[in-house]
């Protein structure tokens, strides 16, 4: 570009003439006078064609506008050429905006032309003329909004309307505006007539107009205003009017105006002359005719009259003297003495009438009304006047009091008046001259109409109650009957109460005989009587506590209370209390024992009584303190701190234990002289006093060594104890000895190694480290540190710390580590060694530690690695680069440390350049890599790629040896030819403009051409833009190198088109001769930075929306906006219109349209208030503006102006709530109550209704929090409040709930707290004790330490108090209790307390079981006065229920036995609130475990003809009264003798003791195998009864063959004669099954009801009562009635022998001593016939059995036939398979005693209490069997002969 004007300027000193040329190429000739679819402003250019030789000065003209008030400007003024200056400067052209709508201005622009240089032809023909035209934007017209509404109220100014008019445009003279109404007699105009000037035209000038007001009724009218326009300025005065409706509402409404004096709500009383109620009334326009108006007061009765006596009617006429004054009615309440409460009189409405239409119309007439009543307020009371309110009588002087009495308001109907005596033992009704007779009944007085005020008596009598009960106040109570509502529902509070005192003249005292002698522990007195009577006679029942000070010393006699009762009906019987010496094992002396007395009742007499305390003097016996220790404390414990491979102890113990019961806890602590060398276990040694005699007992003390791994040779201890004994005066001084303990130590120092792994290491490569471990024999006394170093550190090192061993870790290996070292140098494999000292403790100092030996292999090698670029090694690829300077860089770098220098020679082709000729390494650098550069030499010609090579040569002169022979290898390069060709295309500027914008580009070759070449370029949107200058470039062999320009112009329209897109195409072309080849003919040229140019757009599409006129409201005032285009559409605009809150205003019309004929002229949009309920005050809200459905794509992404902002004016909604409960009660069993809640305006947002309780111990809300959505406002709400059960008997209870109300985004609705409702929760606790069985509905206990349970809580909570339960054992020699007084409290009163009753042993004497009460009673701090004072309190006479409990307040509840699955027993509760009950009694059973028998254990071992032996033990089942001999004898003197002292004696001493016989087998010298024999245990003998003649019993054993004898042959006829023996055996029980069978058939419903003993062969009766102890032990045993063999002679039980004697068997089986209940074992089948009962005798398994009530004990299977139980199972017979013979079963009742084999098949039967068949076989006892001692059995309880059958036994 700049050689172009250098050429240009060359070329103007050599011409001689030079011409100015316009260039309207930029010049667009329209104007607009604002920006809009026109610019404001154009430009365009002048240029000289040749350089002038002088200044030359063209100025411009605009002609052509004479008339125009505000033409168009030129700048600047002049153009300046300066001398050689050809370049174009620009004029810019503006229009001016006048305001005036006066048309588009046409203008012309001529130039002058002037310079300094004559010489030069200057002409201004080349310039020619600039032709324009300006574009008016200005409209004349007239702008009327209304602003707010169009309706108008008679005298109310605010109410008026507002018109604001202005015009579009300036006028060019004043403009007149007249304003009419076309009814003034509705509207007036109170603006005069506006004026626009030019100076005030567009400022908007406001017309007011409002109603005019008048006094009559007429309705609204539709009032037309005009505003007219007149000016000089013709376009405006033939503007049309513009007009306006106007709705004119008439304010005057007919109607009546009431006032009342007094106030709103006037009162008056019944019979009060001086209140009155007065009404004025008057009218509130005036009527058309005359009105009379007639007064409705509803219906009140003769309860008003008009003062004056005047008519209640008022006539008002049209006269304005008499329409608008009051006129007044006065009224007065009448007395009538009844009690009918405030009356009330609303004035309900007003009877018109007359021929005023308006007036006659109002209907209803109570619309019109304001609320006016009047209150009569009734001075009369219901009620019952009684003078006398208070009085005396006395129980036996006689005194009657008189009690007058009348109404105090006259009744409607007859009023029944009754009094009742509130205690009738003490005053009744009635007596004295005239009166009726004394009567405990109430007395009644009926008074009427007529009587009612009149008085009536009724008289009250004394009685004597002959108790000591001071001065009784009675209440006489008032109660009222009659038909008269009023009467009849007079609440009590509203009736006077009549207290009358009865004085007494009885008074109270105790009698008293105190203990008349003292107690000793042994001989002497052990019991003495304390004597009480009550001296009167108790209204309460009165409890006198006797209880010891001392129960270590004195008790109350077992057996005997020391709480005595006295009541109404026993105070005048002496009762008495035992007290008993105890005996204890104590050293104490004489005991001084106080005796206390308490007197506890809620008789007010004798509860302040209280009796002085005795005391009562227990003599000791003989008792001494001190300690007994074995071995004594001479002996030395010897204990070693290892056993050792000789068992050597490690520990040694000795006992020790007290010669008397101390009076505190006594503890003895061991400890040695020296710690920490052994240990004492326990150290603490204790004994503690109490009946459990643990001081009495051995305690066994363990001396251990402590092994403390430390070699520290043997120690001797002493081992001594203190004494602590508390409060007890003797034991401090008792000592107990020291002993001498001996350690032995077994530990020796020394070192634990293992070897290094591995022991060859690597130097940089592979194995690096290794370790080796050290660890010490025994633990160091002193911390032992192994220091280890290398011999070699140059090979390796040792990285590790010094390892320390201290008592801690003295056993933990610790590792030795040695590392490799690296020394780059080729040196081959190195041994060296590393080397351990040891320091710290001697024991370890002595020691010495080996070292040990490493290898370190060489891993380094001679070599030279030369690294390529990019990283790659040589040899590779070669390496390419450029002509033109291109280089490369190789490195060479050493692969060990050489030990000389190596100096390597370097060389290159000649097509490349290095800067070096060798590289050198020496032991400092070797690793450093060498860098050479090599450089590619350019060549200028295209000729294609050349190489070339790097060579680096050995050094063999250096003098390291391995370094001699390391040649490196060679680098290749290729060099790359880089002349191509090719043509460059590079974008300068991007856009060009409608407003004359350049777009420019250049162009240039990569390569000369051989010819030359013409690029020729086009657009493809020549609509848009064009090449000002030439389009076609030229390119030679010496300017192809040289970049070239080209420009682009844009083209002006007057349409918003925006950015217009568009390509620039070229084509290539050689212009040189064709046969001259070229590489750029046809030439593919890249444009791509041509494409897509822009030529930007000069106009903008907009809308211009004006403000709102005013605000809306929600009384439907309206708001208008004006809308029109700035830029020409090319289809249809519409301009829609939204509010953003329709729900407080909506456009109307919702859109306009705007073509391109209407485009630039104003259109109305009107916004309307909307109505709605929310309390929202004036709310702003948002008009949206949007266009939609438009052709012109450009309008339809033009952005509308931001959303109008319109305020819309509240019309008076308020926000409240309101909250409303249904019921106000809640109860504890969770009723709820509801409360409704309702807001009295719709909000904004949604509103929290949030609750607060006063007591959250009472109620619930689990929705504390109603949110209320704007939508649900007028919606009843509901709120839940439920009861809470707190478990406390605390009666009602009243609490309160607080509401308040929040909203998040509503101001209005955030109202905070509202007043509270108050609720009352009514209770549903009562004070009582729950108690529960573990089973059944007794306690069982037995003397075998059997345990049974129950549990015991509180059925409510606590409030204040800790009650107490006591808890007496009736019998402590059955059994004790795990508590004997248990307090609940507010944290445990609800959780079961297990109490365990164990059963007690009477040392083996067979008494059968007993039964005994345990008694509870109810005591604790402050429980008189609380809710629990009722429970648990004794009565004059307790009885017991059906259980046997007296319960009163307390809930028994009998719970599920789970062992066998029992239903639960009766459960019984006392009534709520019921009378005090007695003390609680619980039924407890102890089972009795000694029974009268002799008891045989099996055999143990074996006899056999070789002499062997076998052995069993016999004792006795329960301590016998006296000696007891048992007789033995062997059946079979052949086979085997008893080598035993015979007989066995047993005595009360040893009965329990096991006593061994032995049997020793003896050869007969006979071939007979093994043989079965007997030894009997014979009949007993013995001075004790019940032990004497006892069965005798067989024992079977076996005597073994001799192994060396020979058997003779068994005989042939021995076959046969058992086949027929077998045969005959069959037979006969095929015969006797049959009639068994038979037997088994349906019989006769008599046959059937006598149950024969094989349907029932056992029965027991089931116990009538829980506590009849006959019942329960009685059982019947029913022998079979036919007359089958038995093959048991005879079965013992108890002590009484079952035979198969039929006569003997049916006698009934009775007593105590027959059958004791026992735990009853199950036997489960596995449904294979394999049930209790094995299928095959000796060969089958019984299945695992568990016991009943005891899930955890199970008996493992057994082989063998029968049953063989564990000895504490109960089952008494056992059977065999058919025709087979059961193997012997152990008696469990009798550990030891047998059954022997039984034979033969079971019998069916339909009883469930009997032996059921099997189909597979199992069979049983055809006669008579053992009944089980359980005498509660059920089916549940059986034995199961197998799988799916229950056999009941």
């Known amino acids: 570009m700049g050689l172009m004007r250098t050429a240009l300027a060359l070329a103007a000193l050599v011409r001689v003439d030079a011409k100015a040329v316009t260039d309207f190429s930029t010049w667009g000739q329209n104007l607009r006078e604002t920006a809009g679819s026109y610019p404001l402003s154009d430009a365009f250019d002048v240029y000289l064609d040749v350089a002038p030789l002088g200044d030359m000065v063209i100025t411009p003209t605009i002609t052509s506008v004479a008339d125009e008030t505000a033409p168009p400007t030129i700048a600047p003024s002049s153009l300046t050429f300066k001398t050689g200056q050809v370049s174009a400067q620009a004029f810019t052209v503006t229009a001016a905006d006048d305001a005036i709508a006066d048309g588009d201005l046409s203008f012309d622009i001529t130039f002058a032309v002037t310079s300094t240089d004559g010489s030069d032809d200057l002409t201004t023909a080349s310039l020619g003329t600039v032709q324009g035209k300006t574009y008016d934007d200005d409209v004349a017209d007239v702008l009327a909004v209304v602003v707010g509404g169009l ?66 009724d007429d309705g609204p009218h539709t009032v037309v205003v005009t505003a007219a326009f007149n000016s000089a300025d013709l376009t405006y005065d033939v503007m049309p009017d513009e007009t306006i409706q106007i709705n004119a509402q008439n304010d005057d409404q007919a109607g009546f105006t009431v006032l009342r004096t007094p106030g709103a709500t006037g009162t ?59 006129k007044v009615l006065t009224f007065v309440a009448i007395q009538d003495d009844i009690d009918d409460g405030d009356q009330t009189a609303q004035l309900t409405g007003l009877s018109v009438t007359g021929s005023a239409s308006e007036y006659t119309a109002l209907t209803p007439l109570t619309t019109h009304l304001p609320p006016i009543a009047i209150t009569i307020t009734d001075v009369d009371t219901r009620g019952v006047v009684v003078p006398t309110t208070t009085g005396i009588t006395h129980e036996t002087s006689g005194i009657v009091l008189k009690l007058p009495m009348k109404l105090a308001s006259k009744p409607l109907n007859d009023v029944v008046v009754t009094l009742t005596s509130g205690d009738t033992n003490e005053v009744q009704l009635g007596g004295g001259p005239g009166s009726t007779a004394v009567s405990a009944a109430p007395m009644s007085l009926t008074f009427t109409d007529m009587n009612w005020d009149t008085l009536q008596t009724i008289t009250a009598s004394g009685i004597d109650d002959f108790v000591a009960d001071i001065d009784q106040p009675v209440t006489l109570t008032t109660t009222v009957a009659s038909q008269d509502s009023t009467y009849n529902t007079i609440p009590a509070s509203d009736l006077t109460a009549i207290t009358v005192t009865n004085e007494n003249d009885d008074t109270g005292g105790i009698d008293v005989v105190p203990p008349g002698a003292n107690t000793a522990e042994t001989g002497g007195t052990s019991e003495v009587v304390y004597s009480f009577k009550l001296k009167s006679e108790p209204v309460l029942p009165v409890a006198i506590t006797v209880a010891s000070g001392d129960t270590t010393e004195i008790v109350i006699k077992p057996g005997t209370t020391g709480q005595l009762t006295f009541t109404n009906g026993n105070w005048k019987t002496e009762q008495t209390v035992t007290l008993a010496a105890l005996d204890d094992d104590i050293q104490d002396g004489p005991v001084p024992v106080t005796i206390s007395t308490t007197v506890t009742s809620s008789d007010p007499v004798y509860q302040p009584l209280s009796q002085p305390d005795v005391v009562v003097t227990n003599a000791d016996d003989t008792d001494q303190a001190g300690v007994v220790l074995a071995p004594t404390p001479t002996t030395t414990l010897t204990v070693n701190e290892e056993a050792g491979l000789n068992n050597d102890p490690t520990s040694q113990t000795f006992t020790m234990k007290l010669t008397s019961e101390p009076v505190d806890t006594v503890v003895f602590t061991w400890s040695f002289d020296t710690p920490g060398q052994a240990t004492v276990s326990p150290d603490k040694v204790t004994f503690t006093a109490g009946a459990t005699h643990l001081w009495s007992r051995e305690q066994t003390v363990t001396v251990a060594a402590v092994n403390d791994l430390v070699d520290d040779d043997d120690q001797t201890l002493q081992l001594s104890a203190a004494v602590a004994a508390g409060a007890d005066p003797n034991y401090p001084t008792v000592a107990a000895g020291t002993f001498t303990v001996q350690v032995v130590d077994v530990h020796t120092a020394g070192f634990l190694l293992t070897d290094p792994m591995p022991d060859v290491l690597n130097e940089l490569v592979g194995t690096t480290m290794t370790e080796a471990t050290v660890a010490l024999k025994t633990k160091p006394a002193q911390p032992v540190t192994i220091i280890a170093v290398s011999a070699d550190p140059s090979e390796g090192i040792v990285v590790s710390s010094p390892v320390e061993f201290t008592d801690m870790n003295w056993n933990v290996p610790q590792a030795v580590r040695v590392e490799s070292a690296d020394d780059d140098i080729m040196d081959g494999d190195v041994v060296f060694s590393v080397n351990p000292t040891v320091t710290g403790d001697p024991k370890y100092t002595a020691l010495t530690l080996p070292p040990f030996s490493l290898t370190t292999v060489d891993d380094d090698t001679a070599g030279a690695v030369v690294t390529l670029p990019g990283g790659a090694t040589a040899p590779g690829t070669p390496i390419a680069i450029d002509e033109n300077g291109g280089t490369a860089t190789v490195t060479v770098q050493l692969t060990s440390e050489p030990t000389a220098q190596v100096s390597m020679k370097v060389a290159v082709d000649a097509a490349c350049t290095i800067p070096v000729t060798a590289v050198s390494f020496t032991s400092s650098n070797w690793d450093t890599p060498a860098s050479i550069v090599v450089t590619a030499v350019d060549n200028p010609t295209a000729s294609g790629s050349s190489a070339c090579t790097l060579t680096i040569d050995a050094d063999a002169t250096t003098t390291d040896m391995n370094y001699q022979s390391v040649d490196p290898p060679d680098v290749g390069f290729v060099i790359a030819d880089d002349d191509v060709p090719g043509i460059s295309v590079t974008l300068e500027t991007n856009d060009c403009s409608e407003m004359g914008g350049v777009s420019r580009f250049a162009v240039s070759l990569g390569s000369a051409p051989t010819v030359d070449t013409e690029i020729t370029f086009a657009l493809t949107d020549t609509t848009e833009a064009t090449f000002p200058t030439a389009s076609v470039l030229t390119f030679t062999s010496k300017t192809w190198s040289t970049w070239q320009s080209v420009e ?75 809308v029109k285009l700035e830029t020409e559409p090319t ?124 007591d959250d111990s009472e109620a619930l809300m689990f929705t504390r929090e109603i949110k209320i959505q704007p939508s649900e406002w007028s919606t009843v ?78 059925t409510s909570k606590p409030i204040s108090v800790t009650p107490t339960l006591n808890f007496d054992v009736g019998d402590t020699a059955e059994g004790k209790l795990s508590i004997s007084q248990l307090a609940f409290t507010r944290d445990n009163w609800n959780n079961p307390v297990t109490l365990t009753v164990t059963g007690l042993d009477d040392d083996g004497v067979a008494d059968g079981d007993k039964s005994y009460d345990i008694t509870i009673n109810l005591s604790g701090s402050g429980v008189a006065g609380s809710e629990y004072a009722n429970v648990g309190r004794p009565q004059s006479a307790p009885s017991r229920n059906a259980q046997g409990l007296q319960l009163g307040n307390v809930t028994n509840n009998v719970t599920n036995n789970v062992t066998n699955g029992t239903s639960p027993g009766n459960s019984s509760s006392g009534p709520t609130g019921a009378t005090p009950s007695g003390p609680l009694a619980l039924s407890v059973v102890n089972e009795d475990n000694d029974r009268v028998a002799v008891l045989v254990s099996l055999p143990s071992g074996q006899t056999s003809e070789l002499g062997g032996i076998a052995t069993f033990t016999v004792q006795l089942g329960s301590k016998p009264a006296a000696d007891v001999t048992v007789p033995l004898e062997s059946l079979d003197t052949s086979e085997a003798a008893i080598i035993s002292v015979m007989p066995l004696r047993f005595t009360p001493v040893n009965w329990n003791t096991k006593q061994t016989v032995t049997l020793k087998g003896l050869s007969d010298h006979d071939a007979d195998g093994d043989v079965h024999f007997k030894v009997a245990v014979k009949a007993t003998q013995s001075s004790d009864p019940t032990y004497n003649a006892l069965p005798m019993q067989e024992l079977g054993v076996v005597n073994q063959k001799d192994p060396d004898e020979k058997e003779d042959p068994f005989p042939w006829w021995y076959i046969v004669i058992g086949v027929l023996a ?29 149950k024969g003993a094989s349907e029932r062969l056992y029965e027991a009766d089931q116990p009538r009562d829980a506590h009849d102890d006959t019942a329960r032990n009685r059982q019947t045993y029913e022998p079979p009635t036919d007359d089958a063999p038995m093959p048991l002679a ?89 025709g087979g013979a059961s193997s012997a079963a152990i008696r469990d009742d009798i550990p030891g005693a047998i059954l022997p084999p039984l034979g033969g098949r079971g019998r069916t039967s339909s009883s469930p209490y009997s032996m059921r068949d099997s189909p597979t076989g199992l069979g049983g006892m055809p006669g008579p069997i053992a009944p089980p001692h359980n005498p509660n059995w059920s089916p549940n309880n059986a034995y199961s002969a197998r799988g799916a059958d229950r056999v009941n036994i």
């Open 1690 to 1778: 005879s079965v013992r039980v108890g002590n009484t022998t079952l035979t198969n004697n039929a006569a003997s068997a049916a006698n009934s089986i009775r007593g105590p001593t027959l059958m004791t209940p026992q735990p009853v074992m199950t036997l489960a089948g596995d449904g294979a016939g394999r049930g209790g009962n094995p299928v095959h005798p000796g060969a089958g398994y019984s299945a695992s059995a568990t016991r009943y009530g005891q899930p955890d004990k199970a008996t493992p299977p057994f082989r063998g036939g029968g049953s063989p139980l564990n000895p504490r199972s109960e089952l008494e017979a056992f059977y065999g398979q058919d």
């Open 1277 to 1354: 709400h509901t709120a839940t409040v439920t009861g809470q059960d707190d478990d406390f008997d605390e009666g009602d209870i009243e609490y309160s709930v607080v509401s308040y109300v929040t909203s998040a985004n509503d101001v209005k609705y955030q109202l905070g707290q509202q007043d509270a409702l108050l609720f009352t929760n009514e209770d549903d606790d009562t004070a009582g004790v729950d108690i529960a069985y573990a089973k059944g509905n007794a306690i069982r206990t037995s003397e075998s330490g059997t345990m049974d349970h129950f549990t015991v809580k509180l």
């Open 1048 to 1122: 682009i112009k844009g083209l002006d329209d007057l349409i918003d088109d925006d950015e217009v897109r568009f390509d620039v195409t070229a084509t290539v072309a050689a212009t040189g001769e064709a046969s001259v080849p070229t590489s750029y003919d046809m030439f593919a040229i890249d444009v791509t930075a041509l494409a897509g140019l822009r030529a930007i757009d000069d106009d903008v599409a907009s809308v211009t929306i004006s403000a709102a006129s005013g605000p809306t409201s929600e009384d439907q005032a309206t708001a208008n906006m004006t």
């Open 1622 to 1650: 077998a045969l005959l055996f069959y037979a006969v029980l095929y015969f006797w099954l049959k009639k068994a069978q038979a037997k088994k058939a349906p019989k006769a419903p008599k046959e059937d009801a006598e």
């Open 268 to 326: 008056v009383n019944e019979g009060d002359p001086t209140a009155e109620v007065t009404y004025s009334v008057k009218l509130n326009t005036e009527p058309s005719a005359t009105v009379t108006v007639a007064l409705q007061l509803g219906s009140i009765g003769d309860e008003l009259m008009e003062k004056n006596g005047d008519s209640l009617t008022l006539e008002f006429t049209s006269t304005l003297s008499d329409w608008p004054v009051f």
């Open 1131 to 1254: 289809g249809d605009v519409k301009v829609t219109c939204a509010s953003l809150d329709d729900t407080e205003g909506v456009c109307d019309p919702l859109g306009v349209v705007f073509n391109a004929g209407n485009w630039n002229t104003s259109k109305f949009l009107v916004v309307t208030g909307v109505d709605d309920a929310i309390d929202d005050g004036n709310v702003k809200y948002n008009i949206a503006f949007a266009i939609e459905s438009t052709q012109d794509m450009v309008y339809n992404s033009v952005s509308l102006p931001a959303n109008a902002e319109l305020l819309n004016e509240d019309n008076g909604d308020q926000a409240g709530i309101q909250l409303k409960a249904a019921s106000n009660v809640t109860r504890e069993d969770g009723t709820p109550a509801h409360i409704e809640i309702t807001l009295s305006s719709e909000p904004v947002d949604a509103v929290t209704v949030s609750f607060s309780l006063s």
């Open 151 to 216: 309706t108008t109220m008679e005298n109310v100014t605010a109410a008026q309307v507002t018109w604001n008019i202005s015009l579009t445009s300036e006028p060019t003279a004043d403009v007149i505006c007249k304003i009419a109404s076309a009814d003034v007699l509705e509207v007036v105009v109170t603006t005069p007539d506006l004026t626009f000037t030019a100076a005030d035209w567009m400022q908007p000038q406001q017309v007011f107009m409002q109603g005019e007001p008048e006094l009559v």
